[in-house]
C-alpha cells in the first residue's frame, strides 16, 4: 500500500515540474551573430550582365549590393581594407556571379569607398536590426568655418544630452 501511495505522489511531483522549453525561433535569436565576409568584390558594369557573368542588374548609382549568404533587404557596412574607408548599404536580391567575389557593388559604392579596380579586397560587416553604433569623429569643412569665421555671435549654448540638465552660455 505505502508503495503505491509512493508512486501516486512521485508521478505528481515529476508531472507537475515545468522545463523551458526553447523553441526553434529562441534559439535563432540567441546565436545570432554578425555576418562578416571578407574577400573581393565584383563591381557591376552592364557589360557583365551582358556576358552573362551576372544574371541580374544592379543600378550603378544605387547603395545595392548583391551577396548570396544574407537576406534582402538587410544593412550591411562595406568596408576598403586597403584604406579604411566605409559605406552602409543594403543587401539586394539574389544573383548569380562568379563564385571567386564575395559580392558584387555598384560603381558609386566603389568609388564612395575608393575602391582599387585592380585589387577590390572588401569586408562585408552585417548590421543587426537591434544594433546601433555610434559615430567616431565629424568633418569640418574649410566653408563651414569661413561662415562660422564670418558670421556674428551672440550667444553661444552647449546642451549636454545626458540626464543631467546643465547648460552652459558665453556671451561675446
Same mark, same amino acid.
Given at each position: 500500500?505505502?508503495? /503505491?501511495?509512493?508512486?501516486?505522489?512521485?508521478?505528481?511531483?515529476?508531472?507537475?515540474?515545468?522545463? *523551458?522549453?526553447?523553441? #526553434?525561433?529562441?534559439?535563432?535569436?540567441?546565436?545570432?551573430?554578425?555576418?562578416?565576409?571578407?574577400?573581393?568584390? *565584383?563591381?557591376?558594369?552592364?557589360?557583365?550582365?551582358?556576358? #552573362?557573368?551576372?544574371?541580374? /542588374?544592379?543600378?550603378?548609382?544605387?547603395?545595392?549590393?548583391?551577396?548570396?549568404?544574407?537576406? !534582402?533587404?538587410?544593412?550591411?557596412?562595406? !568596408?576598403?581594407?586597403?584604406?579604411?574607408?566605409?559605406?552602409?548599404? !543594403?543587401?539586394?536580391?539574389?544573383?548569380?556571379?562568379? *563564385?571567386?567575389?564575395?559580392?558584387?557593388?555598384?560603381?558609386?559604392?566603389?568609388?564612395?569607398?575608393?575602391?582599387?579596380?585592380?585589387?577590390?579586397?572588401?569586408?562585408?560587416?552585417?548590421? *543587426?536590426?537591434?544594433?546601433?553604433?555610434?559615430?567616431?569623429?565629424? !568633418?569640418?569643412?574649410?566653408?563651414? /568655418?569661413?561662415?562660422?569665421? /564670418?558670421?556674428?555671435?551672440?550667444s553661444i549654448s552647449v546642451n549636454d544630452l545626458n540626464n543631467t540638465k546643465k547648460v552652459k552660455k558665453i556671451k561675446k
Amino acid at each position: 500500500m505505502n508503495f /503505491k501511495n509512493f508512486l501516486v505522489v512521485f508521478f505528481i511531483i515529476i508531472s507537475g515540474c515545468s522545463t *523551458l522549453v526553447v523553441t #526553434e525561433i529562441d534559439k535563432k535569436i540567441i546565436n545570432k551573430k554578425n555576418f562578416i565576409n571578407k574577400g573581393f568584390a *565584383l563591381i557591376y558594369s552592364d557589360n557583365l550582365y551582358k556576358q #552573362e557573368i551576372i544574371s541580374k /542588374k544592379l543600378d550603378e548609382r544605387g547603395l545595392i549590393i548583391f551577396q548570396k549568404n544574407l537576406r !534582402k533587404g538587410t544593412f550591411v557596412k562595406i !568596408k576598403n581594407i586597403l584604406n579604411n574607408k566605409s559605406i552602409i548599404v !543594403k543587401v539586394g536580391l539574389n544573383s548569380k556571379y562568379p *563564385l571567386f567575389n564575395n559580392s558584387v557593388i555598384s560603381k558609386r559604392i566603389s568609388d564612395e569607398i575608393e575602391i582599387d579596380l585592380n585589387e577590390p579586397y572588401i569586408e562585408i560587416f552585417e548590421i *543587426l536590426d537591434n544594433s546601433s553604433f555610434i559615430a567616431k569623429k565629424a !568633418k569640418t569643412f574649410d566653408e563651414e /568655418k569661413k561662415v562660422a569665421e /564670418k558670421a556674428p555671435i551672440e550667444s553661444i549654448s552647449v546642451n549636454d544630452l545626458n540626464n543631467t540638465k546643465k547648460v552652459k552660455k558665453i556671451k561675446k
